[in-house]
């Protein structure tokens, strides 16, 4: 049996870089992605994603999952 070369780095992944790259906003000094572009990169509902991820908060730092208010920033 001969082995396979191995792809680069990226290529063997099912979405190119690009298709994600897209999806990552900066808010306020933070690189963060929407729960709505995950779930579609996931190709679940958002819902079920939100779910998941409630459901498994001590796989995720504190400082990964965050959600946005409408409140008056503090001065």
Known sequence: MSKQP???IGEDLA???QVIERRIYLV???KVM???D???LYQVP???LKQ???RHQQRFPDDC???LTEGKRKT
Do not use: M, N, Y
């Open 28 to 30: 306020r000094g933070h």
């Open 46 to 48: 958002t819902k079920v």
């Open 38 to 40: 995950l779930a579609e």
């Open 52 to 54: 998941s991820v409630r």
């Open 65 to 67: 999952i965050f959600q």
């Open 34 to 36: 929407l729960d709505a």
């Open 15 to 17: 979405l190119p870089f």
């Open 6 to 8: 191995k792809p680069p």
